[in-house]
């Protein structure tokens, strides 16, 4: 479907913006996870500090959301910006969809399993 009303300069640049993004989302989750840990109340400094932690979950958070942002952004060799942006959220909306089914499934199966055990 990719190659579909598109040259191949502009299918690659479809898939690798696609790639970009659905490669940065897990960093949104750590993190994000790196802030609930430097902001939890039962927090215990060991390497690092509570400050250090934050800033390093703040800034990697604003980066990662940057380049996703970016990443929706067009190379020269697109040309429909409609249908570039249709692919990008509809493919992101995708496979994080499929991702989320498929991890739901799973932990339904996983836990029936052990239910019966």
């Given at each position: 479907m990719n190659f579909w009303g598109a040259?191949?300069?502009?299918?690659?640049?479809?898939?690798?913006?696609?790639?970009?993004?659905?490669?940065?989302?897990?960093?949104?989750?750590?993190?994000?996870?790196l802030i609930r840990i430097a902001t939890a109340p039962d927090f215990v400094q060991r390497k690092y500090g509570h400050r250090t932690l934050l800033a390093a979950g703040v800034s990697?958070?604003?980066?990662?959301?940057?380049?996703?942002?970016?990443?929706?952004?067009?190379?020269?060799?697109?040309?429909?910006?409609?249908?570039?942006?249709?692919?990008?959220?509809?493919?992101?909306i995708l496979f994080i969809g499929a991702a989320a089914f498929f991890f739901f499934i799973y932990g339904r199966r996983k836990q029936a399993i052990e239910d019966a055990s």
């Open positions: 040259g191949v300069q502009e299918s690659f640049q479809r898939l690798l913006s696609l790639a970009v993004v659905l490669q940065l989302i897990p960093f949104l989750y750590m993190f994000y996870a990697g958070l604003l980066t990662t959301i940057l380049g996703i942002a970016l990443a929706y952004f067009p190379a020269q060799q697109i040309t429909s910006l409609f249908s570039y942006e249709v692919w990008m959220f509809g493919g992101t």
